[in-house]
């Protein structure tokens, strides 16, 4: 549509006449000025001319100056139909959508990510990652609802001191300590929560069968318990728990890659008599409730968790060490689930003296599910992130031990598992044999080797933020803050590394020393440090150029960056804004609905909110309301006080609108506005405990005096709806719904108090 199609009525009216499409009823007319013209989402004004085409409607399709794109109908719309003849677009129901941009990247639950717009095809079969806020932990959720609409003329780019960004519209909540805000009321210097931890892209797996039944019936034939009725029991229950065949894109199979990875390094099956299992893994409780929960996920039945308590000895090339432990673990007794893992390549009995290696078929995984297998081997056998001084990291290292006859075993399984890192990018050193990890036990010699990751701190950073840990909370924890603090640490060297640069150069051409200093000076750029730029280096009276700087004194170390920065124990940071700028943008913005009490999700690394809508439910069905549907519109039109700026008819006190704002919905329920079961089924019981009345203007309380409990004007609404179609039985039952009963949608503004409140 052009401009030269609108009919200009005065400065604020523009009317699009029927000749426009031929099947249009009716005339569209839009109220705005020619600059609010301009602005108006294109989808906007195609479903002002779509509304003008429903059966029965009456003079226009009208459009409000803040119209945006709906579900059919536009918001901000009106329109008049007849009872008879015309139809109620079910469109018509509002929604605000504060939303992201296309390229955001969504964190999955399983540790890969996708962008934002390319959800739109496939949210329907993922689950992604959010947060428990009362745990401060992380969680998994399914998306229920997902969302577009046109955004025009920009949009807010957030920048932390970490480099994390992230494009967002500026009703966008995101996770701060004084809990979710929108970025328009976001400062620069005001700290946001963040998972550090990026992922690797997702791609969608293969049909390729990994182990069909017939390979899994080979394995099994090796084994005592390949006879008789065992043999059938056993294949009938992985027929039933869909294992058998096993493909690239078979649901249990990242949680598979994870229990394969953890068995190397801290799971073992032994050989009993001819038969495997049972499978015990070790490690600490909270690590070993995740192994278990993915167990369950698989198909299978693990114990609770034991421990116990027992002295060790060990004797290495250097000294002999005794300590002791209290030792956790868990069982898997099931045979079908250790001849599973011998089937996909896990060896059975002692490690150190079996030859094994990366099965091959994990090769062929796309990265994501390569990155599961890694993490969770990790988790059980590489280094615990640490520094060996205030800034900098020792390089993560992975040994192993082999008997001696094995040492081309060993080497070659590490030589495997370089070849895997590789592949995400990330460097690795030279395989080593270590002297002081030589042993000798009873069953003879064994030799100790090392894999390091390169120490350098971007290829560390990636190692953090794309593999990382599984099943182990402390590492991952720590590889989160490391990553996180190294990358603010790079900032500040290429800050000081840029700032000597230029005042070199400029004092070179006769500056003004102390107007450069003035330029250049800042918190990790003193003037000391400019002076001695300027100069060149001298040393046993050898004169030399300046090397790259190194990171500032002043710059916290890791220790205190975790003191300050830790939020929960699972990976989150607070992390501070650098940056908040307003960027030219046209195009679709996108946001979804999670099916978690917590309502968020995780963009760009960065926790943030998302939309959802609630319904009021009654007992009431079509038949008994549908004769009354006119006075009880009329009643509710009564009651129900609505419109622009229009306030109740008696107004509040003062000091009850302080009891409104200390005391919620337990004051208004005390009112007569409510009952004790509103109270019980509101988030946090409809207050907020340390809410403090004193602390709001009194500009806001007179507002709020004639319009606390008024619905408001624009897209707001109460509309009386019924429950059309159930999708899902189960869920319906345990919110209450059911086939044609009627509910009540309410969509509330924040009034004259609640505006005035959030603009002070």
């Keep these: 549509m052009e401009k030269s199609d609108f009919k200009k009525i005065n400065d604020y009216l523009w009317e699009i006449p029927k000749s426009f499409r031929s099947d249009m009823k009716v005339l569209a007319r839009i109220y705005a000025s020619e600059k609010m013209l301009d602005t108006i989402e294109p989808d906007a004004i195609n479903q002002v001319v779509n509304v003008a085409t429903l059966p029965g409607i009456i003079n226009y399709s009208l459009a409000m100056p803040d119209i945006h794109t709906g579900y059919g109908f536009v918001i901000g719309g009106v329109a008049a139909m007849d009872a008879e003849n ?337 592949d995400f990018d990330v460097e690795t050193h030279g395989i080593k044999e270590v002297p002081g990890y030589q042993y000798k036990g009873k069953k003879g010699k064994t030799l100790g080797f090392r894999l390091q990751i390169s120490e350098r701190a971007d290829n560390i950073i990636k190692f953090f933020q794309t593999v990382s840990y599984e099943y182990n909370q402390e590492k991952f924890k720590k590889a989160c803050l490391a990553g996180s603090y190294l990358k603010k640490k790079l900032k500040i060297v290429d800050l000081r590394t840029k700032a000597r640069e230029e005042i070199k150069k400029l004092y070179k051409k006769k500056g003004d020393f102390k107007k450069l200093v003035k330029k250049y000076s800042s918190k990790y750029t003193p003037a000391q440090f400019l002076y001695h730029s300027i100069f060149e280096e001298e040393s046993w009276g050898i004169r030399r150029k300046r090397g790259n700087p190194r990171i500032a004194f002043n710059f916290p170390s890791f220790e205190d960056y975790i003191k300050s920065n830790t939020y929960g124990s699972r990976g989150l940071i607070w992390d501070e804004i650098e940056k908040i700028e307003k960027i030219p943008y046209k195009d679709y913005v996108y946001d979804f609905t999670v099916n978690h009490p917590d309502h968020n999700f995780i963009a760009n690394n960065f926790v943030v909110s998302n939309c959802g809508m609630k319904l009021l439910r ?36 003062i000091e009850q609108i302080d009891r409104v704002l200390e005391d919620g919905a337990k004051y208004l329920a005390e009112k007569g506005y409510g009952e004790k079961e509103d109270i019980e089924n509101c988030e946090a019981e409809g207050r907020i405990e340390q809410a403090d009345a004193s602390m709001v203007s009194s500009h806001a309380k007179n507002r709020g005096r004639d319009q606390v409990g008024t619905l408001g004007s624009g897209n707001h609404f109460v509309e009386v709806q019924k429950v059309d179609e159930i999708f899902d039985e189960e869920i319906a039952k345990a919110f209450g719904l059911f086939k044609d009963q009627i509910v009540i949608m309410i969509h509330t503004g924040s009034r004259g108090l609640g505006h005035q409140i959030a603009t002070d």
């Excluded at 006119?630 to 622009?644: D, F, H, M, T, Y």
């Design 86 to 422: 015309g139809v109620i677009s079910p469109g018509g129901v509002g929604f605000d959508i504060n939303c992201l941009s296309p390229q955001t990247r969504v964190l999955l639950d399983n540790g890969a990510y996708t962008t934002i717009k390319e959800l739109e095809k496939s949210w329907k079969n993922k689950n992604v990652s959010c947060v428990n806020f009362k745990e401060k932990s992380l969680d998994t959720s399914e998306m229920i609802y997902f969302l577009k609409r046109y955004n025009n003329p920009s949009i807010h780019q957030i920048t932390t001191q970490s480099g994390e960004k992230i494009e967002v519209t500026d009703d966008h909540p995101i996770q701060t300590k004084e809990g979710m805000r929108e970025i328009k009321n976001i400062k620069k210097g005001e700290k946001v929560a963040l998972l550090p931890f990026k992922g690797v892209k997702y791609r969608k797996p293969s049909s390729k069968i990994i182990l069909s039944e017939d390979d899994f019936i080979k394995v099994l034939s090796k084994f005592k318990t390949s006879s008789g009725s065992a043999k059938e029991q056993i294949i009938s229950f992985l027929r039933k728990i869909n294992i058998v065949p096993l493909k690239y894109n078979s649901s249990q199979l990242p949680y598979l890659l994870k229990i394969i990875g953890y068995t190397l390094g801290d799971g073992t099956i032994p050989l009993s008599k001819n038969s495997p299992g049972p499978v015990t893994f070790y490690g600490k409780p909270e690590d070993l409730e995740d192994i278990r929960k993915d167990i369950k996920k698989i198909g299978f039945k693990p114990s609770k968790i034991y421990n116990r308590t027992r002295d060790h000895e060990i004797k290495t090339y250097y000294k002999k060490y005794k300590f002791t432990r209290t030792e956790y673990s868990f069982r898997v007794s099931a045979t079908s689930f250790a001849i599973l893992l011998v089937a996909l390549g896990m060896p059975c009995g002692s490690r150190s003296e079996k030859e094994y290696g990366v099965p091959k078929w994990i090769f062929e995984c796309p990265l994501w599910q390569k990155r599961l297998f890694l993490g969770a081997f990790f988790g059980a056998e590489l280094s615990t992130p640490s520094t060996l001084n205030k800034y900098n990291f020792y390089a993560p290292q992975l040994n192993m031990q082999k008997a001696e006859k094995l040492e081309k075993n060993a080497k070659l399984f590490l030589k495997n598992i370089a070849r895997l890192l590789k």
């Design 618 to 653: 009654s007992d009431y069905l079509e038949k008994d309301v549908k004769p009354h549907l006119e006075n009880l519109a009329n009643e509710i039109q009564r009651e129900v006080p609505s419109g622009l700026g229009r306030g109740r008819q008696e107004k509040h006190s």
